[in-house]
């Protein structure tokens, strides 16, 4: 629970004076404004395993329990938001593992593409696939300098499903979607503000955060009942299309990686990023 968090502490980061840190994900709270940082913790990349989403799931359910007035996400790490899925999770998958993976994922973004506040994240570096997603279902974006961003899924020979392609369509025009999901396409920081994929450019870390904070606060005068009831209008049909699917959307991802092709492609494309460093 995040009331626990709400306690009075010494303060230790700037305004932001309350803190839980689990190894995956961890949680500042502003006391004064109700505002959460939210970082996910899991070196080097942020790769999404079960225990990672479903860390960042219970906070974002926490965070909603506890009336939370605003959600930061970023990344403990100096130049990656998140590299997306972990892609060793699903390079010769144990079946079973995969299925909790997608399901996890399916769950976290449920809850934080329909938050009842508002969401920011912000991207003090790459944000590439399931990392891409994570930006998407927040309603602000903004991004430091010589970054990448994007649904490379195509190139991975897989096809975004549905409500992927929602959370990028609530935030593209419709010819930049098909652009940018037919082309698999990872686009620069000044690309991605360009097409609206990001909102705004920060010069580091900090400001990322300092920017989010000054994106939430323009709702303090907005009715948080309002808020919550007008997102749900906004999103909720995306939202009610896979929970009424969930099955189905699951063996399409089950199908789409456990395809030979898809998996000779992971083998070269994971020596591909080892062999960077030789
Ligand atoms: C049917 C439904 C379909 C779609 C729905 C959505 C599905 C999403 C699927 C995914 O999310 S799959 C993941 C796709 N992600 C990527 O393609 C990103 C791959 N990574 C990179 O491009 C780069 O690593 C980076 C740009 C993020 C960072 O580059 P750099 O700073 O140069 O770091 P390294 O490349 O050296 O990476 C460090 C270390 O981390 C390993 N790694 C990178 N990405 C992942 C990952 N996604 N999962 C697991 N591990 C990853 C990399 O191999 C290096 O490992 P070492 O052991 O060599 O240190």
Request: hydrophobic share 35%.
């Given at each position: 629970m995040?009331?626990?968090?709400?306690?009075?502490?010494?303060?230790?980061?700037?305004?932001?004076?309350?803190?839980?840190?689990?190894?995956?994900?961890?949680?500042?709270?502003?006391?004064?404004?109700?505002?959460?940082?939210?970082?996910?913790?899991?070196?080097?990349v942020n790769g999404l395993n079960v225990a990672a989403l479903r860390s960042l799931e219970k906070v974002i359910g926490d965070l909603e329990t506890n009336?939370?007035?605003?959600?930061?996400?970023?990344?403990?790490?100096?130049?990656?938001?998140?590299a997306?899925?972990?892609?060793?999770?699903?390079?010769?998958?144990?079946?079973?593992?995969?299925?909790?993976?997608?399901?996890?994922?399916?769950?976290?973004?449920?809850?934080?593409?329909?938050?009842?506040?508002?969401?920011t994240a912000a991207l003090n570096g790459h944000a590439i696939a399931g990392g891409c997603v994570l930006a998407l279902s927040c309603d602000y974006r903004v991004m430091v300098p010589n970054s990448s961003i994007g649904l490379n899924e195509t190139e991975l020979g897989i096809s975004p499903t549905a409500w992927i392609i929602a959370s990028m369509q609530n935030v593209l025009s419709k010819r930049s979607v098909e652009l940018a999901l037919l082309q698999g396409r990872i686009y620069k920081t000044n690309q991605a503000l360009e097409i609206g994929l990001i909102d705004e450019i920060a010069n580091d870390k900090d400001e990322t955060i300092k920017k989010c904070?000054?994106?939430?606060?323009?709702?303090?005068?907005?009715?948080?009942?309002?808020?919550?009831?007008?997102?749900?209008?906004?999103?909720?049909?995306?939202?009610?299309?896979?929970?009424?699917?969930?099955?189905?959307?699951?063996?399409?991802?089950?199908?789409?990686?456990?395809?030979?092709?898809?998996?000779?492609?992971?083998?070269?494309?994971?020596?591909s990023l080892k062999s960077k460093k030789n």
């Open positions: 995040i009331s626990f968090l709400m306690r009075r502490t010494i303060p230790r980061c700037r305004a932001y004076s309350s803190q839980t840190t689990s190894e995956l994900t961890k949680v500042e709270v502003n006391e004064k404004t109700g505002v959460a940082v939210v970082t996910l913790n899991r070196p080097p009336k939370c007035k605003g959600l930061i996400l970023s990344s403990s790490s100096k130049n990656i938001f998140c997306g899925l972990d892609l060793t999770e699903i390079y010769k998958p144990d079946q079973e593992k995969l299925k909790s993976l997608w399901t996890a994922f399916q769950d976290l973004w449920i809850k934080l593409y329909g938050a009842s506040f508002p969401t904070e000054e994106f939430i606060a323009k709702y303090s005068r907005v009715q948080s009942l309002a808020f919550s009831l007008t997102k749900r209008e906004l999103r909720g049909k995306a939202i009610s299309e896979l929970t009424s699917n969930r099955q189905g959307d699951l063996q399409f991802f089950v199908d789409s990686i456990n395809n030979p092709s898809v998996q000779k492609f992971l083998e070269k494309y994971l020596q």
